[in-house]
Nanobody, 127 residues
Framework: QVHVVESGGGLVQAGGSLRVSCEPSRRTFSRYAMGWFRQYPGKEREFVAAISWSGDNTHIADSVKGRFTISRDVAKNTVYLQMDSLKPEDTAAYYC????????????????????WGRGTQVTVSS
């Protein structure tokens, strides 16, 4: 089972940009569909973005569509979440998740479908 590690969170002003990254701790992300979720204090994790292991297909939550982009760099074995035009309501802990799948073009949008999770990285957007 792969283990994932997030990085790149931090403090940014509203309207600014931030990129968070996700890397495996020991194995590669080959054949793993990847997702990003965020969680507010006392709330359930909510879907943000997902990408197939081929990288050809992505899905972005309506709440961040047009502002967030998910991508993966096979050579660097890294998955990114690029966040632009950030708003204070984007302040949350962001989690990377991985799911082993035989379907190269499939992405997954619910937390229950993922089997490996990182510890999260905090993103804080000041107004």
């Amino acid at each position: 089972q792969v283990h994932v590690v997030e990085s790149g969170g931090g403090l940014v002003q509203a309207g600014g940009s931030l990129r968070v990254s996700c890397e495996p701790s020991r194995r590669t992300f080959s054949r793993y569909a990847m997702g990003w979720f965020r969680q507010y204090p006392g709330k359930e994790r909510e879907f943000v973005a997902a990408i197939s292991w081929s990288g050809d297909n992505t899905h972005i939550a309506d709440s961040v569509k047009g502002r967030f982009t998910i991508s993966r760099d096979v050579a660097k074995n890294t998955v990114y979440l690029q966040m632009d035009s950030l708003k204070p309501e984007d302040t949350a802990a962001y989690y990377c998740a991985a799911k082993l799948t035989p379907y190269s073009g499939r992405y997954y949008s619910t937390a229950e479908e993922y089997t490996a999770w990182g510890r999260g990285t905090q993103v804080t957007v000041s107004s």
